[in-house]
T-cell receptor
Framework: SQKIEQNSEALNIQEGKTATLTCNYT??????LQWYRQDPGRGPVFLLL?????KEKRKERLKVTFDTTLKQSLFHITASQPADSATYLC????????????FGAGTRLAVHP | KAGVTQTPRYLIKTRGQQVTLSCSPI?????VSWYQQTPGQGLQFLFE???????NKGNFPGRFSGRQFSNSRSEMNVSTLELGDSALYLC??????????????FGEGSWLTVV
């Protein structure tokens, strides 16, 4: 069956450390993978998009990797801050799927001062 | 420029009633999608509209419907509401381009509670 799995437990880290979130998928062949941030009661906010032919993408303190062989994406936040505390969602998109996204359940990140 | 705007932000309905939610996409965006978010099922795709035509649909019953107007604004309707329809309904818009991989932006959502 098709599945998208993110770290099921909340991730607690100390301010200044690097947070690493995992997104694994099975029985999908996405053309793109996107990461979103969601705060309680708010809509998801787009962070990064990475294509199937890209290995890594960076934006300021954020880095995403995409390994289509392992069927895994890693999302890193370097020099984490308490303001980075939120739920992070990975989402898959497919060629020919237009703008339909398939979401993982999300990982809740808590950055402690 | 203004983001994706959804109205109303909060609403309470009684089981058996129907509800209409509205979405105004980012200016220039012609693709509008709808998602349902619940604690148990997470974010699930409902349907997508482009140029007033539904071009993609998720696995939801026919009670869930939508439409898009010529100005790209969209509405979704849920008829015969059930308690399980209580959720955050999110609208997303995207600038369609010949190169796919365009970014999808979400609104703040409409919180629906069915009692």
């Amino acid at each position: 069956s098709q599945k998208i799995e993110q770290n099921s437990e909340a991730l607690n880290i100390q301010e200044g450390k690097t947070a690493t979130l995992t997104c694994n998928y099975t029985n999908y062949s996405p053309a793109y993978l996107q990461w979103y941030r969601q705060d309680p009661g708010r809509g998801p906010v787009f962070l990064l998009l990475i294509r199937e032919n890209e290995k890594e993408k960076r934006k300021e303190r954020l880095k995403v990797t995409f390994d289509t062989t392992l069927k895994q994406s890693l999302f890193h936040i370097t020099a984490s801050q308490p303001a980075d505390s939120a739920t992070y969602l990975c989402a898959l998109r497919f060629s020919g799927g237009y703008n339909k996204l398939i979401f993982g359940a999300g990982t809740r990140l808590a950055v402690h001062p | 420029k203004a983001g994706v705007t959804q109205t109303p932000r909060y609403l309470i309905k009684t089981r058996g009633q129907q509800v209409t939610l509205s979405c105004s996409p980012i200016s220039g965006h012609r693709s509008v999608s709808w998602y349902q978010q619940t604690p148990g099922q997470g974010l699930q795709f409902l349907f997508e509209y482009f140029s007033e035509t539904q071009r993609n649909k998720g696995n939801f019953p026919g009670r869930f419907s939508g439409r898009q107007f010529s100005n790209s604004r969209s509405e979704m309707n849920v008829s015969t509401l059930e308690l399980g329809d209580s959720a955050l309904y999110l609208c997303a818009s995207s600038l369609e381009s010949l190169r796919s991989g365009n970014t999808i932006y979400f609104g703040e959502g409409s919180w629906l509670t069915v009692v």
